[in-house]
């Protein structure tokens, strides 16, 4: 069995690991591996780098994915995330309800059939939960 690999994207203005590690911690439990083939970032600020700083934490590989925006203009950043759920195997996302690159992110990685696992912040604090796409948790 191929080790997993996973994307963990998110919102660019979260900042707080210690809001998202719990998420990320148990999705990792869930997955029933301790070892991951790679972690995949798109980089950015936010979510993105907490979620090197975990893989880092555990000495996962990390495999970065930087948005092309000189090369794709507008494109790039759905560009980037096809790439991603392309070569992954899960993909976690930490958002808001309103994050609109990780939303696509989460509709190509459910697309592409990886096992989706989403934590939505919403604008009066609560947090969703999803797995591919359906709620369940409020």
Request: aromatic share 8%; net charge neutral; hydrophobic share 40%.
């Amino acid at each position: 069995m191929t080790a997993p690999r996973v994307i963990i994207a998110g919102a660019r203005d979260i900042s707080d690991g210690t809001m998202v590690f719990p998420f990320i911690d148990r999705w990792w439990h869930d997955i029933e591996s301790c070892v991951l083939g790679a972690v995949l970032s798109g980089t950015c600020r936010g979510v993105d780098q907490i979620g090197e700083y975990w893989a880092d934490s555990k000495g996962f590989a990390i495999e970065r994915h930087p948005a092309q925006w000189r090369l794709s203009g507008k494109a790039a950043g759905p560009l980037r995330n096809q790439r991603m759920a392309e070569r992954a195997t899960h993909c976690w996302i930490f958002r808001r309800d309103t994050s609109r690159g990780s939303y696509d992110m989460a509709t190509r990685a459910i697309a592409r059939g990886l096992m989706v696992e989403e934590a939505i912040l919403r604008a009066d604090g609560t947090i969703a939960t999803r797995t591919n796409g359906e709620t369940y948790s409020e």
